[in-house]
């Protein structure tokens, strides 16, 4: 029999629902346990989780809230809660198959992911600048000035895609290609009519032979909901990075950005450096993460990801 852990402000049916995807296994659950199923565990707590018959679980629904990273909570519904209002997301698609070296340019569109998010329309005249550096490995390695260039046309940024057509220069490795995190202006910034700005910078890595993405690198972060009060809402914060491919990229460091550097350890996992508490009040907070990514053989490191998100307290 498997065991869970209890989180702040979820009652006993709030841990059914999102083990087992249904309410039809509470009265296993509780049994399990020796509960009501009305009960509120306390935090921290083990609770059993018994084998159902499948009629008793839905997959589809425990599907859905482990890929949208939701939490359910509904324990205590008084106090302040809280919403994602932007968060950007994209990454490269190539739209041209052929050899750089024989086309003599990457080209690609940098599209909006699917979790994407923006509860307020993205203004249409918000204006981005949208330059992107790139270099092959070899030459970044060995310390040589990068190229750049600006978006192939001006494109509202509304329409959540940039299209990019990259000149080819010298150089036999991976490409490269990632935005200035010091420039005023991050590749690519996004501000919605509500006037909400976040960025979202990835490392994108191409084939040296073909027009293709064979890295998108960038890191993520989940939120949950630990307290609410009528002031302040508490929040736990976790960063992770998709699995990465190329042995040369796979070793990095992450680092909170904005509001999520006033967070401390997780009380529940307190030595886990990828997980942090915050507490907000209400308002409009910005935070976000950075990923940079070491070659470790070669003793350097190469440019970092980065990404930002606004979250409102009210």
Not at 55 to 82: F, P, Q, V
Not at 172 to 183: E, P, R, T
Not at 261 to 290: E, F, R, W, Y
């Amino acid at each position: 029999m498997k065991t869970g852990i209890v989180q702040p402000n979820q009652s006993l049916l709030d841990i059914i629902l999102t083990e087992y995807g249904t309410v039809e296994a509470a009265m296993s659950v509780a049994m399990a346990n020796g509960i009501d199923v009305g009960s509120v565990p306390i935090a921290g707590a083990s609770v059993s989780l018994p084998e159902v018959q499948d009629d008793r679980a839905d997959i589809s629904t425990i599907e859905y809230l482990r890929r949208e990273k939701i939490l359910l909570g509904t324990a205590y519904t008084t106090g302040l809660g809280y919403w994602i209002v932007l968060r950007p997301r994209i990454f490269a698609v190539p739209n041209e198959v052929g050899d750089p070296h024989v086309m003599g340019y990457y080209k690609f569109e940098m599209q909006g992911a699917t979790d994407f998010l923006n509860i307020n329309p993205i203004d249409i005249d918000f204006p981005g600048n949208n330059r992107l550096n790139y270099q092959t490995e070899e030459r970044f390695i060995m310390g040589l000035t990068p190229e750049s260039a600006l978006p192939e046309s001006v494109t509202p940024m509304a329409g959540i895609f940039i299209p990019y057509k990259l000149p080819w220069t010298v150089g036999f490795g991976y490409m490269i290609m990632w935005s200035d995190l010091s420039a005023l202006i991050t590749t690519a910034t996004y501000g919605d009519i509500a006037g909400n700005t976040a960025y979202v910078a990835p490392v994108t890595v191409f084939d040296n032979t073909s027009n293709t993405v064979v890295e998108h690198l960038l890191g993520d972060i989940s939120v949950e909901l630990v307290s609410s009060t009528n002031t302040n809402v508490t929040l736990r914060l976790i960063r992770q990075h998709p699995p990465i491919v190329l042995t040369n990229f796979s070793t990095y460091s992450m680092e909170w950005l904005g509001a999520a550097n006033a967070g401390i350890p997780d009380p529940l996992d307190p030595d886990n450096p990828d997980k942090t508490v915050v507490t907000l009040n209400t308002g409009l907070h910005t935070l976000g993460l950075k990923t940079t990514y070491m070659n470790t053989v070669a003793g350097i490191t190469y440019p970092a990801s980065a990404f930002t998100m606004v979250i409102t307290v009210e």
